[in-house]
């Protein structure tokens, strides 16, 4: 049986509680891409250009710091990657995340919430970023479908 791990990034406890579902649904391990200074609402402000989040998303090479780490990253054989959907892609502690492991032989599957961006683009750009990654097609979710992409992900 695959051992599954759900690693989210959550700004505003949107994708966490999807996370949380899709965990739960799927019998996987729960971890959150925590940064290590945490956003606070004035980080989060896109409509502020001097905002720190605004700044992370306009500096393709920005990498967040995260808090803690994932314990035994290697018994995992499938990790769902989820995230908020920022300027049309996952935010930049997302690519510190998948940069931060060997990731070979594993496959990622993203999932992402958002209140009005689907997620293609964003799994287009994973591709681009990541190429090495073995992604799968992912999907938009909101809570409440968490359950039901997971019978279809058994």
Known sequence: MKKILVAYFSA??????????LSSALGADLYEIAA????????????NKKSRSSLEMTDESSRPEIKDS??????????????????????????TF????D?????????????????????KYLH????????QKGRLLK????SDWAKELK
């Open 12 to 21: 505003s406890g949107i994708t966490g509680a999807v996370a949380k579902e």
């Open 36 to 47: 290590a200074e945490p956003y606070t609402d004035a980080d989060l402000d896109w409509k």
């Open 70 to 95: 994932v314990t035994d990253m290697a018994k995992y054989d499938t990790i769902l990657v989820g995230f908020p959907i920022w300027w049309g892609v996952e935010p930049r502690i997302v690519d």
């Open 98 to 101: 998948l940069e931060a492991y």
């Open 103 to 123: 990731l070979s032989g594993k496959e990622l599957i993203p999932f992402a919430t958002s209140g009005g961006s689907g997620i293609g683009y964003a799994e």
């Open 128 to 135: 681009k970023v990541h190429p090495k990654l073995n992604w």
């Open 143 to 146: 809570k409440g479908e968490a």
